[in-house]
C-alpha cells in the first residue's frame, strides 16, 4: 500500500472544508430561516427543516455513487 493513498489531496480538503462551512451556516441561520417562513406558512418552515436534515444523507449517497462508478 503507497502512502498517498492515506493522505488526501488539497482538492478534497478544500471541497470538504467548503462543504462543512457551507452546512455549519445553514445550520447556524436555520432559526431565522425558518421564522421568517414560519410567518407566512408553517408547513414549508417544516419542508425547510426536513430538507436540511435530509441534505447531509443525500450528499453522502451521492458521493458514495460516484466513488463506485470511479471504481
Same mark, same amino acid.
Not at 17 to 30: H, K, T
Not at 35 to 60: D, H, K, M, S, W
Given at each position: &500500500?503507497?502512502?498517498?493513498?492515506?493522505?488526501?489531496?488539497?482538492?478534497?480538503?478544500?471541497?470538504? #472544508?467548503?462543504? =462543512?462551512?457551507?452546512?455549519?451556516?445553514?445550520?447556524? =441561520?436555520?432559526?431565522?430561516? &425558518?421564522?421568517?417562513?414560519?410567518?407566512?406558512?408553517?408547513?414549508? #418552515?417544516? #419542508?425547510?427543516?426536513?430538507?436540511?436534515?435530509?441534505?447531509?444523507?443525500?450528499?453522502?449517497?451521492?458521493?458514495?455513487? &460516484?466513488?463506485?462508478?470511479?471504481?
Amino acid at each position: &500500500m503507497s502512502e498517498n493513498k492515506n493522505q488526501y489531496d488539497s482538492k478534497t480538503l478544500a471541497t470538504a #472544508a467548503a462543504i =462543512f462551512i457551507g452546512f455549519a451556516l445553514l445550520i447556524f =441561520f436555520l432559526p431565522n430561516i &425558518m421564522q421568517a417562513v414560519g410567518g407566512e406558512n408553517r408547513i414549508l #418552515a417544516g #419542508a425547510i427543516v426536513v430538507g436540511v436534515l435530509v441534505l447531509p444523507f443525500v450528499g453522502l449517497w451521492l458521493r458514495g455513487r &460516484m466513488r463506485r462508478k470511479g471504481e
